[in-house]
Nanobody
């Protein structure tokens, strides 16, 4: 199994920056893609950014040019640098890891970290 622990998040004013970090433990050698999702109250969880094992990166259109995802395979971490934050970025952010075991795909989730964007 893979366990994920997130850090970062908090309260920031519009236009500010935050950095989220996620550390993976356990069967980290089985991890393929890592990603950040978010869920605002009353809304479905949505993919924010993803980085695959071959370092292919994708972003939600709403965060392109403002957020940057990066992955350190040696440290088993993934970070999300969020710049020029907007009120609509406020949500609980979740780290996700996709991993494989015996040919079957699994998802692991962090506990979530709150991001609040408000003046």
């Amino acid at each position: 199994q893979v366990q994920l622990v997130e850090s970062g998040g908090g309260l920031v004013q519009p236009g500010g920056s935050l950095r989220l970090s996620c550390a993976a433990a356990g069967s980290t050698g089985r991890i393929s893609a890592m990603a950040w999702y978010r869920q605002a109250p009353g809304r479905q969880r949505e993919l924010v950014a993803e980085v695959t094992s071959s370092d292919n990166i994708s972003y939600a259109d709403s965060v392109k040019g403002r957020f940057t995802i990066s992955r350190d395979n040696a440290k088993n971490t993934v970070t999300l640098q969020m710049n020029n934050l907007k009120p609509e970025d406020a949500a609980v952010y979740y780290c996700n890891a996709e991993y494989w075991r015996w040919g079957q795909r699994y998802d692991s989730w962090g506990q979530g970290t709150q991001v609040t964007v408000s003046s």
